[in-house]
Antibody, heavy 119, light 109 residues
Framework: EVQLVESGGGLVQPGGSLRLSCAASGFTLSNYEVNWVRQAPGKGLEWVSFISSSGSTIYYADSVKGRFTISRDNRKETVFLQMNSLRGEDTATYYC????????????WGQGTLVTVSS | EIVLTQSPGTLSLSPGERATLSCRASQSVRSNYLAWYQQKPGQTPRLLIFGASTRATDIPDRFSGSGSGTDFTLIISSLGPEDFAVYYCQQYGSALLGTFGQGTKVEIK
């Protein structure tokens, strides 16, 4: 089955760090651009970050720039989101999503991993 | 930055009725790179429409998209019980412009 699986979410104190992972099954993730999109509880979708298939091009939303780092290990078919200096407003379900034919056209989404930032 | 505004916020309809959802952009959307996603409660978003009017794989033909420039519409011609969900529009084509609308909830009347 073609799917994306996120992991690494959990409860963290304000100012803390977490590292999310996104792994693929049923296809070769290294052939695709990948994005992280988050959704705060009861809220809408917010794009967070983009990484090209080679890892050479990276973008961030202003809300996370300087605090989050996206990366990938194509040998391990995994994309990561390192989240530092976490704030309460970062509390959300984080989805990784694979692009289709166009940048940021998200054709395959993972099931999401919940990050809760609270003391 | 282009802002996408969806209306109405909530649409209360009965099964079998027609749903009309609007997405308005603050500036013209380049090349009609406008997508619609469906998110059912507790589920992950799913791509419905891209290029303003092209249905994604396995999307039934009761879903149709239209529009250009700044005004876009998603129509569900006859609501099935599985169509009650939140729908988001999104501009794509550039990660620096990939904003989502705030969503329209289609609920059972």
């Amino acid at each position: 089955e073609v799917q994306l699986v996120e992991s690494g979410g959990g409860l963290v104190q304000p100012g803390g760090s977490l590292r999310l992972s996104c792994a693929a099954s049923g296809f070769t993730l290294s052939n695709y651009e990948v994005n992280w999109v988050r959704q705060a509880p009861g809220k809408g979708l917010e794009w967070v970050s983009f990484i090209s298939s080679s890892g050479s091009t990276i973008y961030y939303a202003d809300s996370v720039k300087g605090r989050f780092t996206i990366s990938r290990d194509n040998r391990k078919e995994t994309v990561f989101l390192q989240m530092n200096s976490l704030r309460g407003e970062d509390t959300a379900t984080y989805y990784c999503a694979r692009e289709g034919a166009y940048q940021l056209l998200l054709t395959l989404w993972g099931q999401g991993t919940l990050v809760t930032v609270s003391s | 930055e282009i802002v996408l505004t969806q209306s109405p916020g909530t649409l209360s309809l009965s099964p079998g009725e027609r749903a009309t959802l609007s997405c308005r952009a603050s500036q013209s959307v380049r090349s009609n790179y406008l997508a619609w996603y469906q998110q059912k409660p507790g589920q992950t978003p799913r791509l419905l429409i891209f290029g303003a009017s092209t249905r994604a794989t396995d999307i039934p033909d009761r879903f149709s998209g239209s529009g250009s420039g700044t005004d876009f519409t998603l129509i569900i011609s006859s609501l099935g019980p599985e169509d009650f969900a939140v729908y988001y529009c999104q501009q794509y084509g550039s990660a620096l412009l990939g904003t989502f609308g705030q969503g329209t909830k289609v609920e059972i009347k």
